[in-house]
């Protein structure tokens, strides 16, 4: 029998991603029902991609933004 | 004779539809550049690749169908240049080794966490520089498939025609990519502990 928590693990991207299916994700959801170390790692997770998220979201720079308004083609 | 006017009409609407297009697509600019951003290795790459794509958007308006999906479609020209650019030198992708499993950045953090055991709390021991750093150290495509579904909220599916690859293998480098990021975190994390 497989290790439980290797099996949640494997399952871990796609439930965050909502590609289980129904029946994997009941099986996922069971497992973190009862296991805590792997329901603070999903949580981990999921708190990553947030917060990777967030750190990455650099505002457009207003000039480069003036220069792309600059580019389109004027009419005759 | 009667032809006149009509072609008058025809370029009246002509015009029309392409301030609109231009207008819409400047429009998602922010969208776009947040990608972007991070597509390109540097600010001043991500500029100039902004400048590139609208500028060849604009020329070939016509051949965007209205009622598709602009941004996808602004970021497949934009990815198409960002390879045109000979940016995928980099070191090959298949020689790093990956930690065995997908927890290694948390086990790390949570190790020189002093106690602490909240998940957002562990994940605010990585600073903003931490994470763009990492990001631009994932090979690129791993990379052009991390930040357009992680970051752009793009779907497989879209991310899978806009870089014109497969939906199994967007899963594939995804799911490597995402683990390289948290290996460069978890390098970072490591770095300012000691």
Known sequence: MKDPCAHCEEMMQPYLDHVLTDEEMAEAEAHLAECVDCRRRYRFEESLRIYVRKAANEPMPVELKQKLAALRIPLE | ?194
């Open chain 2, 1 to 194: 004779m009667d032809a006149e006017p009509e072609d008058g009409q025809r370029l009246a609407t002509e015009a029309r539809d392409r301030v609109r297009f231009e207008e819409d697509a400047l429009a998602l600019s922010d969208q776009v550049y947040r990608v972007a951003r991070h597509l390109a290795s540097s600010r001043e790459d991500a500029d100039e690749l902004m400048q590139e794509t609208y500028a060849r958007a604009f020329r070939s308006w016509r051949s965007f169908t209205p009622g598709t999906n602009m941004r996808a479609w602004l970021l497949r020209i934009l990815t198409n240049l960002n390879i045109d650019r000979g940016r995928r030198q980099q070191r090959a992708p298949q020689m790093q080794p990956l930690e065995a499993n997908d927890y290694f950045l948390y086990d790390k953090l949570a190790e020189n966490g002093d106690g602490i055991s909240d998940e957002e709390q562990v994940v605010e021991r990585l600073s903003q520089d931490d994470i763009v750093t990492a990001l631009s150290a994932v090979p690129h495509d791993f990379r052009d498939v991390l930040v357009l579904v992680d970051l752009g909220d793009f779907s497989y599916a879209d991310a899978a025609q806009i870089l014109d690859i497969p939906v199994g293998t967007v899963m594939s480098r995804l799911h490597r990519g995402r683990r390289i990021l948290k290996r460069e975190l978890a390098e970072s994390a490591l770095e300012e502990a000691t």
